[in-house]
């Protein structure tokens, strides 16, 4: 087993508060500009999420990282707005999908543009190599944490808890 190397508290605290600092950033920006649609950034994913294909409530929930309460809150919101209905599976009747109604759909062809002038912002000044790296290093940190949590901790961790 392989342990990181010790490093300064200063490092820890910075890195990890800028990637929250970013991710808020990130959030608030996606939140302003999609504002005029009178989406939230999660449904806005939802809805581009199922006009893709993924259409079950259980492969958006997953894909967007909440649980069964909030996937049921969020498609409320959504079938509210007469952007979305649930209907019955076509081969398992006990199952739902999640369908776009024809306005869904057509929201749903704007959003791409809106979160791509997000990423050209953010990625504003960098070139093809640094945006790969960094895409890069951001998932080996996501690779990091989900090992992270399926691993034991080591003997005087002092996170406490399941």
Do not use: W
């Amino acid at each position: 087993m392989t342990h990181a190397p010790e490093a300064p508290i200063g490092l820890i605290l910075g890195g990890g508060s800028l990637l929250v600092q970013v991710g808020r950033e990130l959030n608030t920006e996606t939140e302003r500009r999609l504002a005029p649609h009178g989406l939230t950034a999660q449904q806005a994913a939802l809805l581009l999420y199922a006009a893709s294909g993924q259409s079950t409530p259980s492969a958006l929930k997953s894909r967007l990282g909440t649980d069964t309460a909030g996937m049921t809150r969020l498609l409320d919101r959504l079938a509210a707005k007469g952007l979305l209905r649930r209907v019955r599976h076509q081969e398992d009747r006990r199952s739902v999908v999640v369908e776009l109604t024809a306005e869904g759909h057509e929201l749903a062809h704007v959003l791409p543009p809106v979160f791509g002038a997000i990423s050209l912002a953010a990625f504003s000044g960098f070139s093809g190599q640094e945006i790969g790296q960094v895409k890069d290093m951001l998932e080996r940190i996501l690779g990091n944490l989900a090992a992270a949590r399926t691993a034991p901790r080591p003997a005087g961790d002092a996170v406490s808890g399941p």
